[in-house]
């Protein structure tokens, strides 16, 4: 199948720094994919090159539209929640809903009711009085009743608490994701979404230093436990990163073959988030 | 409300714009004008009571001899127009304090229309549906330049035929017959005087709205700042260096015809004072004195005239920049 996004030696320049540099990539229908970087990397920037919300340089394709010049036409075709808190406070529920089943030609009202009826959103509430998790449970409630083929998520569950946070990537996965859709998501909550991300992208300085599904991360990464008579031998493999735990080192290889490490310790699959802090090293120094 | 379904999607997704702006803007747009409307009412009420309360105090009955009665029978038809020119007057008055309520509204809605949702961030919803810069940026010229002057008008009608018949009724206690003075007064041709207003009123306000909406689009923040600052700052650069000398033209017309012209052009009425030449008005006027400043045959000479065709092409020129900032404008 074609690619829902083709992206080909995208840059920005802000006027202090360069958001993005030169990146390339493809991401195919029915991913998800986790777009995961330290802050200003350039995760931002890259969603609103993708919305056609900024200029750029370079090659951009989406659902086979330009988003600099077909913005109008592309966006019935995708959906985004840029993070909590931005629908308008003065409007109410049900007027939110009557606007977009309006505007937009994809939405299907019956099923975002559904969505709200096991909210307690009401439908004269606005959303000035609402506390973030409801609000983000009323975007996700529009967003999801809207049939489209790609769904960009940037922090949208920044803020929340637990309960609204798991409660956001079950509705998502349960009742909105299949395999015609794909859905982009940036977040610093890596440990969330670990479990229902497809491809890995991870964003440093406005570059991509790893772009890949989630079954190669699992045979590339591989961690080691590691007992302090071998850790020298484990130390001349070149591992990304070394920490220790209780009296024990754990190492963390890209690369480096299965049969290799099994013989130094205990080898298990590494957190993103472990896989994170090794790749983003040094990134604030 | 119910709205009957449109065919036409452009048209349709328009209709929900500008009631997208209603909803957002219901204090300004409604009830601006329906409570400066009341508090007129109110006023001019106390008055009438102070008056014949006071009046009563210090024994002076107009009514008890059926003066007024008498001078209303002794009155020819020149003094009967006249009354009932007061009495359109009276019409005419509510809303020309509501235009001037209305002018205030329409200039701070253009100034935050395009500035608001990107300060508090929701310009990033409502950029994530399938609706272009320009229609956002149009069914906001519309709101400011029809929806607003509308409500406006309509509510100018409806005090005004209130205050009308409150007149008519304080005078009726005197003993002046009610609907003999109702039929003087012509509130029929005031009605339409008025509505027929606003097309002519959507194309002088244009510069004005254009200028505000441009500014609201692109200033990063402070946008009443940047419009006002921007258009005096360069009025008084041109007025200190007499660059208008160069063009044979005095300080004081950049003043009148591209400050006050840009900035005060969405208060109604301004087109019979900057666009008419005055001598030729101060003339007419003279020729016949009364109300002809709201005819509308006379308010539409103001179609012939250079000031308002060029106010409207610079209108249009400020409303596509202020466009092309909704576009590209990167800050939220």
């Known amino acids: ?285 | 409300m119910n709205t009957p379904s449109l065919k036409n999607p452009a048209l349709k997704n328009m209709l929900w714009l500008v009631k997208r702006e209603f909803w957002e803007h219901r204090g300004g747009f409604f009830w601006a004008p329906v409570i400066a409307g009341g508090i007129f009412l109110l006023l001019n009420l106390m008055a009438i009571v102070t008056a014949e309360v006071i009046g009563a105090q210090h024994g002076i009955h107009i009514s008890d001899g059926g003066d007024l009665r008498q001078i209303m029978s002794q009155m020819d038809a020149g003094d009967m127009s006249k009354v009932g020119m007061a009495l359109d007057l009276a019409m005419y008055s509510t809303t020309g304090l509501l235009s001037v309520v209305l002018g205030f509204v329409v200039f701070f809605y253009c100034l935050g229309a395009l500035y608001d949702d990107r300060r508090d961030r929701s310009i990033l919803f409502w950029k994530s549906l399938p609706i272009s810069d320009a229609s956002t940026v149009l069914s906001k010229v519309i709101s400011a330049t029809v929806l607003a002057p509308l409500i406006a008008v309509a509510a100018g009608i409806a005090f005004g035929m209130l205050h009308l018949l409150m007149l008519t009724i304080v005078l009726s206690f005197h003993g002046v017959d009610v609907w003999h003075l109702l039929l003087l007064a012509h509130p029929l041709r005031v009605t339409v005087n008025l509505i027929g207003y606003i097309p002519l009123y959507v194309l002088w306000a244009l510069p004005t709205v254009g200028w505000l909406m441009l500014c609201s689009a692109w200033a990063r923040n402070k946008p009443f700042l940047w419009a006002v600052a921007l258009p005096v700052a360069t009025g008084l650069l041109v007025s200190w260096f007499g660059i208008m000398g160069l063009f044979d033209l005095s300080s004081g017309w950049f003043w009148e015809n591209i400050v006050a012209r840009g900035l005060f052009s969405a208060f109604p009425g301004t087109g019979s004072v900057f666009g008419v030449d005055h001598r030729q008005m101060a003339h007419q006027l003279a020729a016949n004195p009364g109300l002809r400043f709201m005819d509308l045959a006379d308010n539409y000479q103001l179609l012939g005239s250079a000031n308002l065709w060029i106010g409207v092409l610079a209108g249009g020129g400020l409303l596509a920049a202020a466009i092309w900032f909704r576009r590209w404008r990167d800050d939220s």
Not at chain 1, 46 to 55: F, M, N, Q, S, V
Request: with cysteine.
């Open chain 1, 1 to 285: 199948m074609s690619a829902v996004i083709t992206a080909s030696g995208l840059s920005k320049q802000y006027k202090s720094a360069r958001a993005l540099d030169d990146v390339s990539f493809r991401i195919a229908p029915g991913r998800i994919v986790g777009l995961i970087g330290p802050n200003g990397a350039g995760k931002t920037t890259a969603l609103k090159a993708i919305l056609g919300l900024t200029d750029f340089t370079g090659e951009l394709n989406v659902l086979g539209f330009d988003p600099r010049r077909q913005r109008d036409k592309l966006m019935g075709e995708v959906c985004f929640i840029a993070d909590v808190a931005v629908l308008p406070r003065w409007i109410k529920v049900s007027q939110a809903v009557d606007f977009v089943a309006n505007v937009h030609p994809r939405f299907d009202r019956a099923k975002c009711e559904a969505f709200l009826a096991r909210t307690k959103l009401q439908p004269g509430q606005r959303v000035r009085q609402m506390s973030k998790g409801m609000i983000v449970q009323l975007h996700l409630a529009l967003v999801m009743a809207i049939d489209t083929r790609l769904l960009i998520l940037d922090e949208p569950t920044l803020g929340l608490d637990i309960l609204y946070r798991k409660q956001f990537y079950q509705n998502l996965l349960e009742d909105y994701f299949d395999e015609n859709k794909t859905i982009i998501v940036t977040t610093h909550q890596v440990e969330e979404v670990e479990h229902i991300l497809t491809d890995l992208m991870f964003i440093r300085d406005g570059r991509i230093v790893l772009d890949a599904d989630m079954d190669a991360v699992g045979e590339r990464f591989i961690e080691v436990m590691v007992n302090a008579d071998k850790a020298d031998t484990a130390r001349q493999l070149k591992p990304l990163d070394e920490r220790q735990v209780f009296g024990k080192s754990i190492f963390l290889f890209d690369g480096v073959g299965r049969d290799v490490l099994e013989q130094l310790g205990e080898i298990r699959r590494p957190s993103i988030s472990d896989l994170f802090v090794a790749t983003m090293k040094g990134t604030y120094a």
